[in-house]
């Protein structure tokens, strides 16, 4: 039997890279082994941190990594182990195999517990796309742990509009109970599709969090202020958001209600960052946004162009 210990520290950093792939259920078709050699017992730890693991996966998508991994081991011309294809046939003939639609991705966040969160395995599903987490959540998940002693210096309440899985929410709950324990703060997880702020509130539960959710509609929050966050009490800090528009219309209500919480809150300035598409926009879209950002004396906006923000590798322990 070959042995499941990793020849070097190399070996161990691959492996986990490998781990948190497999535990997101990134696509297969982005998923890498980052070269690593699949020797007998390289193969063997690949299942003992992906199928042997605590963390589950949907048997489809099991079945489909170990295919791709036994693809990827004849490639090197080794033999493939014979517990993988045990695993192969395990995957395939549970009752499960073929039939989910939400699945749990576990997301390990450096120096913070693992975020197990229940997710849609389709982009958009029932009417929403806040079902999933997208890639700019983790993006500035990666920010606001790399940069945890800028942001958290005066923070006490946070809100994150269009909240969807809730995986910002719940880093910064655990940012803040690790580095700010005894100071009192607060997380509002927004979001405004019933069947989003369910899910949202099963996640939060889920990791333990003490993350508040709250429902906010942008668009008649202006017109409602009774409709803001419920049980807001508290001068606002910090207003996150990622990938929450997918139509350009509700670019004004946006601005809007992040213009409200800044002036509920009696702050002078706000800084909006956006990620630019890698596809350039069409210059009388640019154009309309520029101007009506423009209308907004009191925020800044900045952008960043989208492969900026690309190809770097995300909670890696």
């Given amino acids: 039997m070959p042995s499941t210990k990793p020849a070097d520290s190399t070996s161990i950093f691959i492996l986990t ?33 992906t ?3 605590s963390y589950g996966a949907p048997k489809t998508y099991q079945a ?13 011309e080794i033999e493939v182990e014979g517990n993988v294809y045990t695993a192969v046939a395990h995957s395939m003939a549970s009752p499960s195999y073929g039939t989910a639609d939400m699945a749990v991705k576990t997301y390990f966040p450096p120096s913070l517990q693992p975020i197990s969160l229940h997710e849609s395995l389709s982009f958009a599903s029932g009417g929403t796309t806040g079902l999933c987490s997208w890639t700019a959540s983790l993006v500035l998940a990666d920010y606001l ?9 005066h923070c006490t309440t946070v809100v994150e509009l269009g909240a969807g899985t809730g995986l910002l929410s719940i880093v910064m709950s655990n940012l803040l109970g690790k580095h700010r324990a005894l100071s009192p703060s607060r997380v509002y997880a927004t979001d405004h599709h019933p069947q989003v702020l369910q899910n949202l509130s099963r996640n939060t539960a889920r990791n333990g969090s003490n993350v508040l959710v709250e429902e906010l509609d942008w668009i008649t929050i202006q017109d409602d202020p009774s409709k803001a966050i ?3 009490k508290e001068s606002v800090n910090l207003i996150i958001a990622s990938d929450v528009i997918f139509c350009p219309s509700l670019i004004p209500h946006l601005l809007n209600t992040i213009l409200f919480l800044l002036r509920q809150s009696e702050c002078e300035y706000g800084f909006v960052r956006i990620v630019r598409p890698r596809q350039k926009p069409k210059e009388s879209t ?32």
């Avoid at 742990?145 to 210096?153: G, N, P, Q, W, Y």
């Fill in 17 to 49: 890279q490998i781990r948190n792939q497999y535990h997101s259920l990134t696509p297969l078709r982005a998923f890498t082994f980052h070269h690593i050699t699949p020797s007998p017992a390289i193969q063997t730890s690949i299942l003992s941190h």
């Fill in 51 to 53: 199928i042997h693991s």
């Fill in 64 to 76: 489909a990594f170990l295919k791709h991994l036994i693809s990827y081991t004849e490639s090197h």
């Fill in 145 to 153: 742990l790399t940069h945890h002693e800028h942001v958290l210096r």
């Fill in 230 to 232: 419920a049980s807001l």
């Fill in 286 to 317: 640019k154009k309309k946004k520029l101007e009506h950002w423009a209308s907004f004396g009191c925020l800044e906006i900045n952008s960043t162009p989208a492969d900026d923000m690309m190809d770097k590798e995300l909670y890696v322990d």
